[in-house]
């Protein structure tokens, strides 16, 4: 449906129930659950494929670090993984499949990055990059946390000489065999790449700033005959995937309470140091910071990849680059001919940069002191507006994918309870949001994330963004939305204070 837009110049405007933001994994798993409701939809995708960060990145040693069985959808279970912990792009195949099952294609508009979304006249208005104007009931912002580069702030980056590239911008056609490849890096991506990088380089080093936790937990491929069982009987798979999800829901406690599985995670943790015989080089991969407190890197390989001759951890910091590779504070030149930034990505620039709520404040200004989410899910001021993976999620201990299906649901009932109400909108309380954030610091501080350490887990404000609570906590808080924690607000009568009046922001810590 469209109609004639005079406030962007003319033109046709699209109009549409709902627009998602993005169509990775939660994006598809929305529009799968608006599709089987009968609900109108589009995604709107920057890219030109689905994916997600299983499009972006394509590094060499990619893989999942939740079990496979685990990390797929509930109802589109895979009976067919190659690994315990599969490839990147056979989970990439995963997703291009679902979407392709459940027909999405034609529901998705590829290359249209959203520019602007502002929530006036009762419902959203968007801008994308091609300039297309859309008019939506319903905003759903999928982009989750992982899809924003992080380049590091090194001196003279620009003025190397050889090749770099970020690890989720991998340039496939830069020969490895006998080069000299520097990584900067060592989180769970620069320890996963470094086997294989090992593998082709004539001299691989690893920068490391502060070293990590590595659980020890391989990842072994299944035999044919393991998978011919699991395709013959689909039960196997189903058993698979509940005890790994009961494994991970249980020891998602360890990071959020003291106890069995703490103490157990870091015994694990400190077992697997110890076994490193190089007494110097087992100083150097010591964290002085207790296992969990950063996200747990899972690998077998980190440790024996590092003894090798020609490989080398390099902790001193890094002063600046020149032409020839990576000077570090103790004045040493590490030649290089491959620069490998695994440098993450900026994970607190949630959703878009210009979401505009009912009074005129962005989403940026009503996080000015981070992010203040109502159950991870809603904003005050925000109508009929709703983040999937977003502040507050589990992200730190259970598949994310499990996160994703059980809000979707949550969202789902909201539109639909919204849709009894003719002429309205739905946005959480203020004082409903702000016990939330109350009860949320609170619980935070038996969490393993507040102990010392710095990580992408923390805001710039030094808060946590994530669930202080075990995940069948999680499950059940948002089993179903509690609708009187929620305004339903008459859409005329907003369209005469739209961008105009400032309300306050969520009380600040």
């Known amino acids: 449906m469209s109609s004639e837009n005079p406030a962007y110049g003319g033109g046709e405007m699209r109009s549409v129930g709902t627009a998602i933001i993005g169509a990775g994994m939660s994006g598809l798993v929305m529009g799968i659950r608006l599709k089987q409701a009968g ?28 079990p496979s069985f685990f990390y797929s959808l509930s109802f589109e279970p895979n009976l067919d993984w190659s690994h315990r912990f599969s490839p990147g792009a056979e989970i990439l195949a995963y997703f291009e499949n679902i979407a392709g099952k459940y027909g999405l294609e034609g529901d998705i508009s590829f290359g249209q990055a959203v520019t602007d979304a502002r929530f006036e006249d009762g419902s959203w208005t968007i801008q994308t990059s091609d300039g297309e104007t859309i008019r939506a009931d319903f905003l759903v912002d999928a982009t989750g946390p992982l899809h924003i580069k992080n380049y590091p702030q090194i001196l003279g980056l620009d003025r190397f000489e050889g090749v770099q590239f970020h690890s989720a911008a991998w340039d496939h056609g830069v020969p490895l065999e006998g080069k000299r490849i520097g990584v900067v890096g060592n989180g769970s991506t620069g320890v996963q790449m470094m086997a294989p990088l090992s593998k082709a380089a004539s001299d691989l080093t690893m920068f490391q700033r502060t070293p990590q936790w590595i659980f020890p937990i391989g990842n072994r491929p299944y035999t044919e005959r393991e998978r011919a069982w699991k395709r013959r009987l689909p039960i196997l798979g189903r058993i698979t995937r509940t005890f790994y999800k009961t494994i991970f829901d249980r020891a998602s406690a360890g990071v959020v309470e003291d106890g069995m599985w703490r103490r157990r995670m870091a015994r694990g943790c400190r077992e697997h140091l110890e076994a490193v015989e190089d007494p110097a080089l087992r100083a150097k991969l ?24 020609h490989v080398h ?22 030649e290089l001919d ?61 598949s994310i994918i499990d996160v994703s299906e059980t809000q979707t649901r949550y969202i789902l009932d909201c539109i639909e309870r919204i849709g009894r109400e003719p002429g309205k909108v739905l946005a959480p309380k203020r004082e409903a949001a702000e016990k939330f954030q109350t009860d949320l610091r609170e619980a935070m501080k038996s969490t393993i994330w507040v ?15 994530l669930w202080p609570w075990p995940a069948h906590e999680f499950h059940r808080v948002m089993a179903k939305p509690d609708f009187a ?25």
């Open 313 to 334: 951890l390099v902790t001193e910091g890094i002063d600046h680059i020149e032409p020839g590779g990576i000077v570090t504070e103790d004045g040493k030149l590490h």
């Open 39 to 66: 609900r109108p939809f589009v995604i709107l995708e920057k890219a030109e494929s689905v994916g997600g960060t299983w499009r972006e990145n394509t590094y060499p040693g990619l893989s999942c670090d939740v």
């Open 451 to 465: 102990t010392g350490c710095n990580s992408w887990y923390v805001d710039p404000e030094g808060t946590p963004t």
């Open 485 to 509: 924690d929620f305004e339903f607000l008459e859409a005329t009568s907003l369209a005469a204070t739209s961008g105009n009046a400032r309300p306050a922001r969520i009380a600040p810590d």
């Open 338 to 398: 491959v620069l490998v930034l695994a440098t993450g990505f900026r994970a607190h620039e949630w959703g878009i940069a210009n979401v505009v709520g009912k009074e005129g404040l962005s989403l940026k200004e009503a996080w000015a002191q981070g992010p203040r989410t109502y159950r991870s899910v809603t904003m005050p001021g925000f109508p009929n507006f709703f983040m999937i993976v977003g502040p507050n999620s589990p992200i730190g201990n259970i």
């Open 286 to 309: 010591k964290p002085d910071y207790q296992p969990g407190c950063k996200r747990l890197i899972l690998s077998t390989d980190f440790y024996p990849t590092l003894a090798k001759e």
